[in-house]
């Protein structure tokens, strides 16, 4: 499976009532296609799986598929309890999607072993290949990474962990199984702050909740890091991304918060965030609007 462009992950709409907004969620998606993201990953983080019910996951991923129309991967989230997991997977690939991003499991801590079983029982839940996120209590070692790559329907790796040392090796892992079908991404938050590193140790794609936002600015980045024009990079790092993740570190869980919000600024009536996460603040959404028009003068619109 070949991801070719920015990754997108949008954001799933709520109306007033808080159900899923679907009329929205498509025009949501289909607004952004134009942009040519790489894949479309729905009811994953930035979409509030951890929010979903699994009747809702298979409606945002149906509207998902039927808005794509096959132009590029659909990637659908599935995790949390086992159970969940693997009912995600199943309506995902009812829904028609092309693969699954494998989230952490709820809560508990278990040993490497145990993580790798829970990968392998996800994938093992439907037809559908998985990628696997490295992020909070689903920790992996190179060694556990290479026993995964070494089953066909394992392809991809996203680290939102952090630790450079750590991806390197598994970078490394990965290579030494011999697949270069293999996906690998920069899943950490606000992932265009830290890629320029990421692509130095082998991992040349990232997500970017910041698409889902301003696809105008997300794809002014992506094409300067692909053209490697350093120049143009750094000054939307240092004039965009840089003061986002200021004001996305003023409270927890605004990784999300803030792209919802900036939606609203620009119109699209995506609704609130459910809890446990919260809107910005009157004074926050101000700041957000400043980053924002400071990152369309960037990206030059």
């Not at 494998?102 to 093992?124: K, S």
């Not at 606000?190 to 105008?216: C, D, K, V």
């Not at 609130?272 to 990206?299: M, N």
């Amino acid at each position: 499976m070949k991801f070719d462009g920015v990754l997108f992950f949008p954001v799933t709409p709520f109306t007033s009532e808080g159900t899923v907004d679907v009329d929205v969620l498509k025009e949501h998606i289909s607004s952004r296609l134009a942009f040519g993201p790489g894949g479309v990953f729905p009811a994953c983080g930035t979409g509030e799986f951890h929010a979903l019910s699994i009747d809702e996951v298979r409606t945002v991923v149906a509207a998902a598929v039927e808005v794509v129309a096959g132009k590029v991967p659909v990637v659908a989230g599935a995790g949390g309890p086992l159970g969940h997991a693997l009912a995600a997977a199943r309506v995902a690939e009812e829904a028609g999607a092309d693969a699954l991003l494998v989230l952490p499991p709820y809560l508990v801590t278990g040993p490497t072993e145990g993580l790798v079983a829970y990968i392998e029982a996800v994938a093992d839940a439907s037809s559908l290949p998985v990628i696997v996120y490295h992020r909070g209590n689903a920790k992996f070692t190179a060694a556990s990474m290479a026993q995964l790559a070494a089953n066909p329907k394992v392809i991809g790796f996203k680290d939102g962990l952090g630790d450079v040392g750590l991806a390197q090796e598994i970078v490394s892992a990965v290579r030494t199984t011999g697949r270069e079908d293999f996906a690998l991404f920069n899943g950490l938050l606000t992932a265009e702050l830290t890629q320029g590193a990421y692509r130095g140790l082998g991992i040349p794609l990232y997500s970017s909740a910041a698409f889902a936002m301003a696809p105008e600015i997300a794809k002014a980045y992506y094409d300067a890091y692909m053209s490697d024009d350093e120049d143009r990079r750094n000054a939307l790092l240092e004039g965009f991304y840089a003061p986002l993740v200021r004001l996305r570190d003023q409270t927890p869980g605004f990784g999300v918060s803030l792209i919802k919000a900036g939606l609203r600024l620009g119109g699209l009536a995506v609704g609130s965030v459910r809890p446990p996460l919260v809107d910005p603040t009157e004074d926050q959404l101000v700041q957000l609007k400043s980053i924002l028009a400071k990152g369309y003068e960037l990206a030059g619109r």
